[in-house]
């Protein structure tokens, strides 16, 4: 039987005094009361992953036929970033898309084994050369400008600084068989597994802590939410939203979750209970 994640709040309290204190300043905590839907959009041809960027309100989708990122903004297309090519804004074979906090794009060319950055209208602004990674697949942003990424031949996760490009250390290796998605946030690194529908958590710093059934993200103030085939629940309040359709991944900035839905992408906006 599967190890399932309940993590108790005093065992979240000890997390954070240790991994980030006094990096953030978001208190009290709040509780999600709800989740609502307030935007589609829909593509033509299937869509991996989606961001959405509050700020600009810019949504970056990545389009697997085409190997593109199609950059949205109040439902119309404005550009778009990629289709396979040798030039700046081309990619040999574009593997994973992840978002600065400032809208910034970072992709991962699996097939140059680098990463290109794009600013938030697409225009192309350099690229990380990944070394010692034999098969970069998967990549996100952690909130201290480090960049993990998952490399398939050896199955673990190596970390790099954004700033100078230089490997920080690696971790995972035991605990990975195959990772579909990379999400990192304030305190946790989370690898989720399609195939078996789990969600392998570790420290920001490569400590694993466990494993739960879901597609696992954490939001500002650590609440921890699961989407599934058949829902999208806070796993520490009340609040769930059945899933219409064939969910696929689900993203987060700030309160507005992306999620991709068949051919679909749906902004839903996370509503916190009033602090009394």
């Not at 084994?113 to 998967?138: A, C, I, S, W």
């Not at 579909?180 to 958590?201: P, Q």
Request: aromatic letters at 10%.
């Amino acid at each position: 039987m599967k190890k399932r994640l309940i993590i108790p709040l005093l065992l979240i309290g000890i997390m954070l005094c240790g991994f980030g204190c006094s990096a953030s300043k978001k208190s009290p905590p709040l509780d999600i009361e709800a989740f609502t839907l307030f935007d589609t959009i829909t593509f033509e041809e299937p869509v991996l992953k989606a961001h959405y960027h509050g700020a600009t309100k810019n949504i970056f989708a990545h389009e697997v036929k085409t190997h593109r990122i199609l950059i949205f903004k109040d439902g119309k297309q404005i550009n778009a970033i990629g289709g396979l090519g040798s030039q700046s804004s081309n990619f040999l074979r574009l593997e994973d898309i992840t978002m600065g906090r400032d809208g910034s794009i970072y992709a991962l060319d699996g097939g140059a084994r680098e990463v290109k950055r794009f600013n938030p209208d697409g225009k192309y602004m350099g690229t990380m050369k990944l070394e010692y990674v034999q098969q970069p697949k998967k990549i996100a942003l952690g909130r201290e400008d480090n960049l993990f990424i998952y490399d398939g031949a050896a199955s673990e996760i190596v970390v790099f600084d954004l700033l100078d490009g230089s490997e920080l250390y690696r971790f995972g290796k035991f605990q990975l068989q195959n990772v579909d998605k990379l999400y990192a946030g304030r305190d946790f690194l989370i690898a989720y597994d399609k195939e078996r529908d789990t969600s392998a958590m570790f420290s920001i710093l490569g400590q694993f802590i466990s494993e739960d059934n879901g597609q696992i993200i954490f939001d500002e103030y650590n609440n921890a939410i699961s989407l599934s085939n058949d829902a999208l629940i806070s796993k520490m309040s009340a609040a769930w939203l059945p899933m219409g359709g064939k969910p696929g991944f689900v993203t987060i900035n700030n309160n507005i979750l992306a999620i991709v839905v068949d051919n679909q992408v749906r902004l839903l906006k996370i509503d916190y209970a009033q602090v009394l």
